[in-house]
């Protein structure tokens, strides 16, 4: 029995979701997302809640109930409150600003390396007091949200040895403790 795919998912005030037909559209102050759910699945809205259903307890209609379910939920937060991923560079001379709807950053490569913001996605930077730029990644869609935030960190992925690069806010990276010298 699935424990996430029976939770209701709650309606806030300001948003309005419709159902027609496995396209389920929720709209809200923030934008309006659109999912096509799996044929077996069903949601039905009622009581400012919506609900996801099965039909079976087969293996693939369970896992598709909870995922179902999840993804409604994140549609419904994403079009109320958004989503936020936040990393941080660290190194000497690395930084990051926004120049439109462009990130420019500073890697230590011998170039800029720029990043165009898709549709929906909102970047935003920062100087921290200890030198370290903030880059924020802000959207509706949490799957995009998260897949733009996971290439601005593959564009210098946090080294081993000294951890310079660019990770998650509050990411913890393992340090090796390199060449041992000759004593």
């Not at 948003?15 to 997302?33: M, S």
């Not at 369970?62 to 419904?76: F, K």
């Amino acid at each position: 029995m699935s424990r996430i795919g029976n939770l209701p998912v709650p309606l806030p005030e300001k948003v309005r979701a419709t159902i027609e037909g496995q396209r389920v559209t929720v709209n809200g102050p923030k934008g309006e997302l659109a999912h096509e759910v799996h044929p077996a699945i069903s949601v039905e809205q009622g009581d400012g809640v919506l609900r996801v259903t099965r039909p079976s307890d087969h293996r693939q209609h369970r896992s598709l109930h909870g995922l179902t379910r999840a993804l409604v939920a994140n549609m419904v937060t994403g079009v109320d409150q958004g989503f936020r991923k936040s990393l941080e560079t660290r190194g000497v001379g690395y930084s990051a600003e926004v120049r439109g709807d462009t990130l420019v950053m500073r890697l230590g490569f011998s170039h800029d390396v720029e990043m165009e913001a898709p549709c929906g996605i909102r970047f935003t930077a920062e100087r921290a007091p200890d030198n370290r730029y903030l880059i924020h990644v802000d959207g509706i869609d949490k799957q995009l949200v998260g897949q733009v935030a996971a290439d601005v960190r593959g564009k210098r992925p946090p080294e081993p040895y000294k951890g310079k690069g660019v990770r998650y806010l509050g990411e913890y990276v393992r340090q090796k403790a390199g060449k041992a010298g000759k004593v």
